[in-house]
T-cell receptor
Framework: DQQVKQNSPSLSVQEGRISILNCDYT??????FLWYKKYPAEGPTFLIS?????DKNEDGRFTVFLNKSAKHLSLHIVPSQPGDSAVYFC?????????FGTGTSLTVIP | DAGVIQSPRHEVTEMGQEVTLRCKPI?????LFWYRQTMMRGLELLIY????????DSGMPEDRFSAKMPNASFSTLKIQPSEPRDSAVYFC??????????????FGPGTRLTVL
């Protein structure tokens, strides 16, 4: 059973607008969360992370929000750029394990 | 550094054959991970090593799968015998491990395995 779920397989956004990618998890023991970006024919690359002691972490155009009560996190990209078009994976980690979602394919339309 | 190196990049084999995937982690990284990516399940962690020692192999789907890390610069993932349902992209990743699981992982380009 998927412990990390990304329910939107794809998302299209106009260049310059905000992209919001969502992720839900099932286990309240998860205490560290990450987002990875993946281009075709390449491995995933780390984007941003957040610890469960925080509810927000920002890095340039990328912000991750964590809502522990809802077991939900989201990645905001503002402003979106065509180079952001990729598959985004959400990942969660309790002790000694790593769980990834199925990914959301983001297309930023010029 | 060249990053994580995986070989082969593509592998096509017939059901029942043995398949060996290879990985060279980034020099100095203490952790090495093997993942499998499928459309249905996304990225699944199969096994990971710390300082060449397997730490958690609970993600290995069955006894047909085995992984070794004979030294700090090389790891293999073997499937014997292979089955069509093993078709997927297999990624190797490494991390410096200075802060354990809180470090980002650096992924290789993956091996696309097709079992006919």
């Amino acid at each position: 059973d998927q412990q990390v779920k990304q329910n939107s397989p794809s998302l299209s956004v106009q260049e310059g607008r905000i992209s919001i990618l969502n992720c839900d998890y099932t286990n309240s023991m998860f205490d560290y969360f990450l987002w990875y970006k993946k281009y075709p024919a390449e491995g995933p690359t780390f984007l941003i992370s957040i610890s469960s002691i925080k509810d927000k972490n920002e890095d340039g155009r990328f912000t991750v929000f964590l809502n522990k009560s809802a077991k939900h996190l989201s990645l905001h990209i503002v402003p979106s750029q065509p180079g952001d078009s990729a598959v985004y994976f959400c990942a969660a980690s309790p002790a000694n394990q790593f769980y990834f979602g199925t990914g959301t394919s983001l297309t930023v339309i010029p | 550094d060249a990053g994580v190196i995986q070989s082969p990049r593509h592998e096509v084999t017939e059901m029942g054959q043995e398949v060996t995937l290879r990985c060279k982690p980034i020099s100095g990284h203490d952790y090495l991970f093997w993942y499998r990516q499928t459309m249905m399940r996304g990225l699944e962690l199969l096994i990971y090593f710390n300082n060449n020692v397997p730490i958690d192999d609970s993600g290995m789907p069955e006894d047909r799968f085995s992984a070794k890390m004979p030294n700090a610069s090389f790891s293999t993932l073997k499937i014997q015998p292979s089955e069509p349902r093993d078709s997927a992209v297999y990624f190797c990743a490494s991390s410096p491990g200075l802060a354990g699981r809180y470090n980002e992982q650096f992924f290789g380009p993956g091996t696309r395995l097709t079992v006919l």
